[in-house]
C-alpha cells in the first residue's frame, strides 16, 4: 500500500479494458433498460498498468453514472459533458 497525498493507494497489475467492462456493468444494463447506447470500446490490444482497482472502478463509474443526457430530435440521447 502507498500514501499520495494522504489517499491510501494499493496497486495491482490489471487489464485495464476488463476492469472497465466489469465496472461499468451495472450501468451498461440500466442503459440499456433506458434505451441508452453505453459500451466499452477498446482500440487494439488489452493495456494492463499497476492501478488501484477500487479507485479506478468508482471513479469511472461515478463520471458515467452522474453524466446527463440531452434528447436529440430524433430521439437519440447523446452524453451531455458540464
Known sequence: MSTRGGIPLTFEE?????????????LLAQAAEDRIELRVVALGESVVASVDREKIAWCVTTLVGSESFVPLLSGELLPRIC
Not at 490489471?14 to 451495472?26: I, K, N, Y
Request: hydrophobic fraction near 45%; charge should be negative; aromatic fraction near 0%.
Open 14 to 26: 490489471t487489464d485495464v479494458t476488463a476492469l472497465l467492462d466489469e465496472s461499468l456493468a451495472p
